[in-house]
């Protein structure tokens, strides 16, 4: 199961916190519909902490880089922030970090923006 909250920092960035499982299934879509909805509310600026993320297998690392894509190709930029243990190691094993900038904090993520 997946879950995710909504912030947002001023004056123009969103955070997606989220927190569960980013795994093969339903629930992943989730993420990537919240993704596309940002693009489509022409927000720019999208940062998803994952700090509450405890798995994350290939179709998460695939909605990862197709949301980056996404948001790019609408002119915008989208960071990773809080991975930790299992999730780190799986994003930076597949080399996320040259297509998803990698932050160890929300807040740090957004000071960079």
Not at 24 to 30: N, T
Not at 35 to 55: C, F, M, P, S, Y
Not at 77 to 86: F, V
Request: hydrophobic share 45%; net charge neutral; no cysteine.
């Amino acid at each position: 199961m997946i879950e995710i909250k909504t912030r947002r920092v001023e004056p123009d960035i969103v955070v997606l916190e989220i927190a569960g499982r980013i795994t093969l299934g339903r629930d992943s879509k989730q993420l990537e519909w919240t993704a596309e909805n940002l693009v489509r509310e022409e927000q720019k600026k999208i940062i998803l902490d994952l700090g509450g993320v405890t798995q994350i297998d290939s179709t998460g690392v695939g909605i990862i880089v197709m949301s980056a894509a996404n948001v790019k190709n609408a002119g915008g930029e989208l960071r990773l922030a809080a991975a930790s243990g299992h999730v780190e190691n799986v994003l930076r094993m597949t080399g996320m970090e040259k297509i998803v900038a990698l932050h160890p904090t929300a807040t740090a993520a957004a000071a960079k923006f």
